[in-house]
């Protein structure tokens, strides 16, 4: 992937303008996507009930997306990608292209007020930008809607509680629920209308159609607490599309080693079955980190893949330094330069993960995790 770094001598003088603004709006950025919120609901009341009651999580997000955008922005295909998901995700907000321009118009207003800088080359270069950013939504938006719904209803039907804060969802969609293994949802619950967390599907693609998912309640967490501490068999959540990368290359016989830190043993569980699924005899090392044994709530599935696949490892890490200890285990059972590497689990365990993976051989292009941005709100 083409870093902003990297680019800087050959970006457009558009992307240079914008970049240029993001930096300027970095020390204020609360104040930023407050101010943009405010003209938003004030000159577009309508747009409110689309929102959840608490913006806390939803001022994050569209300072994220804004800072994602601007570093790819001359990286087309890495920037479209990211658009294109946005767009389909959006859908289940009952987002609709007449939103965009209200969207783009208080955006600028928002800029205008805190940029260093605002002339009108930097208006004309944000204008371009955002015309471009929406039109790729939109579009991703449009063909979505032609092979998916917004959403899918989905039936609780097992509600088992493995730790006092760990539960093992299964849910049954109301309609088929295309997804790869490695792959995430996000999840809204009927106790916080219009609030979505993201959580990995548990498990390969069923037969059955049913969906697994590995949730633990955090602090302050209103979805993952009301999945946990509230949901039953027979209530009802709502699901978006599914987002991700994490998955596998069935077209290599390379070997996986997988790296599952607290409820992140959740896809790496997924990834194992699909390699079974598939098949094929490819070496799948795991490695599953906790910070006390009571925290290695899924140990007893994972032993039972491994007595049932000859081809696969598994190995506990007790880290009660926060992952401090995974990165050594990693380099003791090396080397892995002939493997993929795959890793969940929270944002700190990634960034220790992937320095060391990189440090043991395997090329970065070869070290497979979903954003640490996206993982925030994944729970684990």
Not at 6 to 32: C, F, H, Q, W
Not at 179 to 194: D, I, K, M
């Amino acid at each position: 992937m083409q870093s902003s770094a990297a680019s800087v001598g050959n970006a457009s003088p558009d992307a240079l303008v914008i970049r240029r603004t993001m930096a300027e709006i970095a020390p204020v950025a609360d104040k930023v996507t407050s101010y943009f919120y405010a003209l938003l609901f004030v000159r577009h009341p309508e747009v409110r009930p689309m929102f959840p009651a608490a913006m806390d999580v939803q001022r994050e997000r569209l300072l994220r997306a804004l800072l994602t955008a601007a570093e790819h922005i001359d990286n087309v295909p890495v920037l479209v990608d990211y658009l294109q998901n946005l767009g389909r995700g959006h859908r289940k907000y009952g987002t609709r292209p007449e939103h965009y321009p209200a969207v783009g118009e208080c955006l600028i207003g928002a800029l205008s007020q805190y940029a260093a800088v605002w002339n009108p080359e930097t208006e004309a270069a944000w204008v371009r930008a955002y015309t471009t950013i929406s039109q790729v939504m939109i579009d991703a938006a449009a063909a979505d809607e032609l092979r998916a719904p917004a959403w899918w209803h989905a039936e609780v039907v097992a509600h088992d509680l493995r730790t006092s804060d760990v539960v093992v969802l299964t849910v049954r969609p109301d309609h088929p629920y295309p997804f790869l293994a490695g792959q995430y949802t996000s999840v809204e619950t009927p106790w916080w209308p219009r609030v979505w967390r993201h959580y990995s599907f548990a498990s390969a693609p069923r037969s059955d159609g049913l969906l697994t998912f590995h949730v633990k309640a955090v602090p302050a967490g209103w979805v993952s607490n009301a999945l946990v501490h509230r949901a039953r068999p027979g209530d009802v959540i709502r699901l978006g599309p599914p987002a991700g990368s994490m998955t596998v290359d069935h077209t290599t016989a390379s070997g996986l080693l997988c790296l599952g830190g607290g409820t992140g043993i959740a896809p790496i569980k997924a990834l194992v079955e699909d390699v079974a699924e598939h098949g094929e005899r490819r070496p799948v090392e795991v490695f599953y980190g906790a910070r006390t044994d009571h925290d290695l709530y899924d140990i007893d599935t994972m032993l039972r893949l491994q007595q049932s696949h000859p081809w696969l490892s598994v190995r506990a890490v007790i880290d009660q330094q926060s992952h401090l200890q995974l990165p050594d285990a990693i380099r003791e059972y090396g080397p892995w330069n002939e493997y993929d590497a795959y890793l969940s689990g929270p944002p700190g365990m990634i960034r220790s993960g992937v320095d060391a993976l990189r440090n043991s051989g395997i090329p970065s292009d070869r070290i497979r995790h979903d954003s640490v941005e996206d993982l925030v709100a994944v729970g684990y």
